[in-house]
């Protein structure tokens, strides 16, 4: 397997799971917005983060899978940011299960 096919092979398991991931912060953020917390303000606003991110995850991330040209580059954007993105909602789901902002 050659170091394009690895590559190749990242951006699929990418695209979907970062899929996946913002559905998961459209429902976190949709039931912060339906629940009664008195500071939902900061968890509106590192969940709405976490949707950009996973947004230009995918969307980098595709390009990455249809360009032909600087596939590498787009590729290493996606993941970077995508590991940014991922640690991001396990700080968003630690704050919400031990209840520091409530």
Do not use: W
């Amino acid at each position: 397997m050659t170091q394009k096919d690895s590559a190749y092979l990242k951006s699929h398991h990418i695209l979907p799971t970062s899929s996946n991931l913002l559905g998961i912060c459209f429902l976190i953020f949709s039931i912060v917005r339906s629940s009664e917390m008195q500071d939902k303000t900061l968890l509106d606003d590192l969940c709405l983060v976490a949707v950009l991110l996973f947004m230009i995850t995918s969307l980098l991330s595709y390009i990455s899978i249809r360009s032909t040209k600087n596939q590498d580059k787009y590729e290493r954007c996606a993941d970077a940011i995508f590991i940014g993105a991922l640690g991001l909602l396990c700080l968003i789901t630690i704050f919400i299960f031990l209840g520091f902002i409530s």
